[in-house]
Structures are given as C-alpha cells and as structure tokens.
C-alpha cells in the first residue's frame, strides 16, 4: 500500500526558514517523480514544486529562489527546504505522487499534509 | 500562469445531477487531454476521481464523468449523493512541467 507522510511543518516567522519532509512507502520510491501541493487556509490547491527521478526539479514563480526540492531515494524520503517565508505562504502543503494506471499527469496518491503557518 | 476558472459552489438534490465546469485557456486545457479531477473533503487528503480528461481510476463510482470542449473541461456527476458533498477541483497539465489546479467548487447536497 502506498503510504506518503509528511512531517515538519510548524510556526516559524516571516523570513524564517523550514524543511519539509515526505516519507514514502509501498513503491519503488526512486522510480517515480514527486510532487509538493499546498492550499492556503480558505484557498485552493496551488502546484508548487516536482522533483523527477532523474533529479529534474520544477519550481512554480511563487516559490521559485525561495523554495529546494529535493530526494533522498537510499531513505525513501522527499525534502523542500523553505525559505524567505513569507505570510502568503501559509497553508497545507501536501506529498504527491502519480501511478503507473493513470499515467504522470494525475496525482494518485496524497499525503495528509502538513501545516505550515507564516506569522510574527 | 493563472488558476484555471470554476464555479465556486453548486448544489443538487439526492438523485440528481450536476455539472461542474473548468475553464482555462488554449495553453493548458485547449492543449492537452491531460486534465484531472479531485474530489476533496476538508481534512482529508484529495482523491483522484477523473484522469486524462474523461477516464475513471480503479474504484471510482461510474455516477463520476468527464468531459471537454475547446478550453473548458467538465465534471458531471449523477445520482447525487450526500456522500458527494465535498470540494472539487480541476488540474490541467499546463506544460514545461507545470500544472494548474481550478479555485475549486463547493458542492452542496440539499
């Protein structure tokens, strides 16, 4: 069974920094592009950053030179590094991965998400 | 690139259907057949219900379609149920690896 589970998320102060994480299990981890999603507090979902499994990273303009995604395939593990948070950047940042069934372009699996709030 | 545009709520009594719309531009949905649909309640983590446009994954209930023309894609859902009462959102593959998700559709079961 496929299991994403994020961990890291917390109060931290505009400016500050933060380091998401995303344990995976129940498939080859390091076969599969991976995907961060957040939606804001009374918000959609907003696309935020992809890493391949060859290390390609994609970043979208509201987060890109403040965001790093990245992966640790020996410990099954996805990783954003925040930072320069900013207010705006509150809100329940999801893992996600696609499936072989229903190709690439369609997140399958999501994690519970973990909540990241921006404040002083 | 700008979310992709949807109602922000609809309703519908038990047994009936409705339709939600997506509408994006000739650069995501007019591009690509690669249009998916979430179906989302607060708390829980989202749930594909609809890929590549029209096609059910594994477990998801037939009562759940899409479908597309030119830049607007949608979803209609039939038999409501109250179960069905949730959020739902569009996503588009937009290109250069980037995807765009709609504002999302409060659906309300009367």
């Known amino acids: 069974e496929v299991q994403l589970v994020e961990s890291g998320g917390g109060l931290v102060q505009p400016g500050g920094s933060l380091r998401l994480s995303c344990s995976a299990s129940?498939?080859?981890?390091?076969?599969?592009?991976m995907h961060w999603v957040r939606q804001a507090p009374g918000k959609g979902l907003e696309y935020v950053s992809a890493?391949?499994?060859?290390?390609?990273?994609f970043y979208a303009d509201s987060v890109k030179g403040r965001f790093t995604i990245s992966r640790d395939n020996s410990k099954n593990t996805l990783y954003l590094q925040m930072s320069s948070l900013r207010p705006e950047d509150t809100a329940m940042y999801y893992c996600?991965?696609?499936?072989?069934?229903?190709?690439?372009?369609?997140?399958?699996?999501w994690g519970q998400g973990t909540l990241v709030t921006v404040s002083s | 690139q700008s979310a992709l545009t949807q109602p922000a709520s609809v309703s519908g009594s038990p047994g009936q259907s409705i339709t939600i719309s997506c509408t994006g531009t000739?650069?995501?949905?007019?591009?690509?057949?690669?249009v998916s649909w979430y179906r989302h309640h607060p708390g829980k983590a989202p749930k594909l219900m609809i890929y590549?446009?029209?096609k059910r994954p594994s477990g998801v209930s037939t009562r759940f379609s899409g479908s597309k023309s030119g830049n607007t894609a949608s979803l209609t859902i039939s038999g409501l149920q109250a179960e069905d009462e949730a959020d739902y959102y569009c996503c588009s593959y937009a290109g250069r690896s980037t995807f765009v998700f709609g504002g999302g559709t409060k659906l309300t079961v009367l």
């Open positions: 890493i391949s499994n060859e290390g390609y990273t």
């Open positions: 000739s650069s995501d949905v007019g591009s690509y057949n690669l």
């Open positions: 129940g498939f080859t981890f390091s076969s599969y592009t």
């Open positions: 590549e446009g029209s």
């Open positions: 996600v991965k696609g499936d072989d069934d229903y190709g690439d372009y369609a997140f399958a699996y």
